[in-house]
């Protein structure tokens, strides 16, 4: 299984790479001096391309158990560095100084509705590990935050009342809250190994505060007169980088660590035996 894995490693790094190269065309437009959401979209495009990199590399490393894990944090930046150069490229080609650009609503939708569910997917992973989870937990999950980004998407693009589609995503996400800190996603946490607790406590702070920062610019960019697509795209921005980025270094570092646990194990045996 191993050997399967390192050789579809040896394909799948030069394979991504390459795959991307098509969207560095995309970087043909102008950035202006003083457009720094654009500057924001510029930068989270690359980080994204040098997360995936590293995930992927880093999946070959890790003890098995958790390759899935960070092969799947590696696709959701890959998504994410696809999405962020069509994004930017409407942003930077309808940018007017003092006005702002475009917000690109359709691509960021379609990059949530893959990221999202494949974080829940994470997530579900992180407590398999361990047999600490039922498969229904998975379903309702996902189904919350299927509720979540139809709802937000319908509100942006005007389908339907802006602070209507707002609650409906607020009760999608406030389930989510509800089932990891209180309800059947955790019930069986405290039969996890350490390692994999303390990796659940942190994503779920993550679905907490960083995706708090969500609605948080869907607020601030909606509640004038007109869309602030300034504020509404900046904010994004940031919250695509803490979540995507940041939350499958969580994973990595969770993965590290067990590998660290495994080995400290490993040589106490050793010395056990020769004394
Ligand atoms: C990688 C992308 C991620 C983690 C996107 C997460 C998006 C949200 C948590 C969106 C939340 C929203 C609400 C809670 C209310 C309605 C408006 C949304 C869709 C922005």
Not at 26 to 33: H, R, V
Not at 248 to 255: K, V
Request: proline share 3%; net charge negative; with cysteine.
């Amino acid at each position: 299984m191993s050997n399967f894995f390192n050789n579809i490693g040896r394909y799948l790094i030069p394979a991504s790479l390459i795959s991307l190269i098509p969207f560095v065309a995309f970087a043909s437009g102008n950035l202006q001096a003083n457009d720094f959401v654009g500057m924001s979209f510029w930068i989270i495009s690359i980080g994204m391309v040098a997360a995936t990199v590293f995930f992927f590399i880093e999946s070959m490393k890790v003890d098995a158990k958790w390759r899935t894990s960070l092969v799947v944090a590696g696709l959701v930046t890959m998504i994410a560095a696809v999405h962020y150069f069509y994004m930017r490229a409407v942003w930077v080609e309808t940018y007017v100084p003092g006005e702002g650009g475009l917000t690109p609503t359709v691509y960021r939708y379609i990059d949530w509705i893959l990221t999202v569910p494949l974080q829940i997917v994470e997530f579900y992973l992180i407590l398999a590990v361990v047999g600490a989870v039922a498969g229904r937990v998975f379903w309702n999950l996902l189904i919350a935050s299927l509720v979540m980004l139809i709802a937000g998407y319908c509100g942006e693009v005007e389908y339907v009342n802006v602070w209507l589609a707002f609650i409906v995503g607020m009760l999608g996400w406030g389930y989510i809250l509800w089932a990891i800190f209180a309800g059947d996603a955790q019930e069986n946490l405290s039969t996890a190994p350490e390692g994999v607790q303390s990796a659940f406590k942190t994503m779920r702070l993550i679905v907490l505060v960083g995706w708090a920062i969500y609605p948080l610019g869907y607020v601030l960019g909606y509640a004038g007169e007109q869309v602030d697509s300034s504020t509404l795209n900046g904010i994004y921005n940031i919250a695509d980088f803490v979540n995507k980025i940041a939350f499958g270094l969580m994973i990595w570092s969770a993965a590290t660590s067990s590998e660290i646990e495994v080995e400290v194990k490993a040589e106490a045996k050793t010395k056990a035996k020769t004394k």
